[in-house]
């Protein structure tokens, strides 16, 4: 049974269900941020992830930085597993640039989430799923 934690569901944008993650968009419009939850109930660690699902989890997290990577231009790409706030295990992908308001320090808590307006917001859903397809492989 795979429930998102009510957190991440009242921050995020489903995009895609991967094998092993959901795909979810922060519904913040400062950084292309996507978020990968594994579908495993209870897990809050990556080691507690049996190997054939942190094989996995590997793959799904280095195919969504790359696509976003693709998609934006970033100049680096941020990817994080924290859950200080949020303890079901979950992977911060964030697409990075020199000139954006954080730069260099850690978008975490750097200033108020700016959320998405709906016309953008359908645009750039079509552009994601688009370049993230079925996830890696």
């Given at each position: 049974?795979?429930d998102l934690h009510p957190r991440l569901q ?65 100049d680096k790409m941020n990817v994080a597993a ?56």
């Open positions: 049974m795979f009242a921050d995020t944008i489903p995009v895609v269900d991967w094998p092993l993650c959901r795909i979810l968009l922060m519904n913040d419009c400062s950084w292309p941020w996507l978020i990968l939850v594994p579908r495993r109930h209870g897990v809050t660690e990556i080691h507690e992830l049996d190997a054939c699902d942190r094989e996995t989890l590997i793959q799904e997290m280095a195919h969504a930085s790359r696509q976003l990577q693709n998609l934006t231009g970033a924290l859950g200080n706030m949020v303890p079901q295990l979950h992977i911060h992908v964030i697409a990075r640039f020199t000139t954006d308001p954080a730069w260099p320090k850690p978008v975490f808590g750097f200033q108020a989430p700016a959320p998405y307006d709906a016309e953008f917001l359908a645009n750039h859903m079509a552009e994601l799923i688009n370049a993230l397809g079925d996830g890696p492989g």
